[in-house]
C-alpha cells in the first residue's frame, strides 16, 4: 500500500533538503563569506599590529605645512582605540595629519575586496590613504573618504572605490599590493577628533 504525501509535506521536505545542502556548503568551506577576513589592528597589541608594524603618527609639518596634533593610545566609550587630534589647517600649503602604518609583507589588492575600519567621531569627514609600489611620490596615494558619527560605526572601505590622487599613477587600484595604509584627516580647515578601534581587510 503506498501513502500519498500532502502537498504541505513536500513543501516541507523541499525546505529540509535545502537547509542541509546549505549547511553542508558552510561546513566544507563552499560559503564562507565571513570568514576571509584579515584583522590588521584591534588593539590586542596596543601601537603594534598583526603583522608586529608599529603605528607612525604625521603632519603636514614634514612639507612645511602648520597644522598640528597627537595620536593616543586611548579608550573611547568602552572601546581601547587609537585616537587622533589636532588642528588642520591649509595655511603654507599644508593641510593634514595622519597615523600611518606599513605593511610588512604587502597585502594584494587581489586577496580581499576592501578595507574595514570601525572608527568613532566628531561628525567629520577623514580618509583612508593607501600606497603602493606604484605611488612613488609623497603625494601619490589612493584615497578613500568617509564621515563619522559621534558613536561607533564600521566603514567599508572597496577597493574599487578608491580614487588616485596624482596623474600619473595607475587610476585602477585593484591588482596591486599595499604597502602602506594612512588614517587622514585634511584638506580642510577644522578640528580633527577621530577614533579607531579596529582596522582590517575584508
Same mark, same amino acid.
Given at each position: !500500500? ?60 614634514? !612639507? ?19 585616537? !587622533? ?50 605611488? !612613488? ?66
Amino acid at each position: !500500500m503506498f501513502l500519498l504525501k500532502t502537498n504541505t509535506e513536500l513543501k516541507f521536505n523541499n525546505i529540509l533538503i535545502f537547509a542541509t545542502i546549505i549547511l553542508f556548503l558552510c561546513n566544507y568551506g563552499i560559503v564562507k563569506a565571513q570568514e576571509n577576513e584579515m584583522i590588521l589592528d584591534d588593539l590586542s597589541t596596543p601601537g603594534i599590529t598583526a603583522q608586529k608594524q608599529n603605528w607612525a603618527f604625521f603632519t603636514d609639518g614634514v !612639507m612645511g605645512g602648520l597644522s598640528q596634533g597627537k595620536a593616543i593610545i586611548s579608550n573611547v566609550k568602552g572601546a581601547d582605540c587609537y585616537h !587622533m587630534t589636532g588642528n588642520v589647517t591649509t595655511e603654507n600649503n599644508g593641510g593634514f595629519i595622519q597615523i600611518r602604518n606599513q605593511l610588512k609583507p604587502t597585502i594584494s589588492t587581489k586577496q580581499y575586496e576592501g578595507i574595514y575600519l570601525k572608527v568613532y567621531g566628531n561628525n567629520e569627514d577623514y580618509s583612508i590613504h593607501l600606497r603602493t609600489a606604484l605611488t !612613488m611620490a609623497p603625494w601619490q596615494y589612493y584615497k578613500y573618504s568617509f564621515k563619522t558619527s559621534n558613536k561607533w560605526i564600521e566603514i567599508r572601505a572597496p577597493f574599487s572605490k578608491f580614487k588616485k590622487s596624482n596623474a600619473y599613477q595607475p587610476s585602477n587600484l585593484l591588482g596591486q599590493k599595499i604597502k602602506s595604509i594612512g588614517l587622514v584627516a585634511g584638506f580642510k580647515d577644522f578640528t580633527a577628533d577621530i577614533c579607531l578601534s579596529e582596522i582590517g581587510f575584508y
